[in-house]
């Protein structure tokens, strides 16, 4: 069975820093890419950003939103991806999750295992 448990969530001032991580179990963690997405209340899932499965060569993408402020890595080591958020911003107060698909694709529906979520509130 696999799983994908968040933890690192938190409320948070504007311009602060946070890592949210990922602990995956229950399939060969670096064989397969992992995304982040988030979830404001009456929004729409969107995507974060997504790294892809081991190999000679890492790929990362970033939804524009957030590129150069978030940075994802990935301990193949540990079966955990990361996600260091930095200037956070009052728009970036959603529910955060990870998931596990075949492909660092940016729709929700491309990946096929889901963490339960973590909360990231910024305030102002």
């Known amino acids: 069975q696999v799983q994908l448990v968040e933890s690192g969530g938190g409320l948070v001032q504007a311009g602060d820093s946070l890592r949210l991580s990922c602990a995956a179990s229950?399939?060969?963690?670096?064989?397969?890419?992992m995304g982040w997405f988030r979830q404001a209340p009456g929004k729409e899932r969107e995507f974060v950003g997504a790294?892809?499965?081991?190999?000679?060569?890492?790929?990362?993408k970033y939804a524009d939103s957030v590129k150069g402020r978030f940075t994802i890595s990935r301990d193949n080591a540990k079966n955990t991806v990361y996600l260091q958020m930095a200037s956070l911003k009052p728009e970036d107060t959603a529910v955060y999750y990870c998931?596990?698909?075949?492909?660092?694709?940016?729709?929700?529906?491309?990946?096929?295992?889901w963490g339960q979520g973590t909360q990231v509130t910024v305030s102002s």
């Open positions: 998931a596990s698909g075949p492909n660092m694709l940016t729709m929700p529906h491309e990946y096929d295992y």
């Open positions: 229950g399939r060969t963690f670096s064989r397969y890419a």
């Open positions: 790294i892809s499965w081991s190999g000679s060569n890492i790929n990362i």
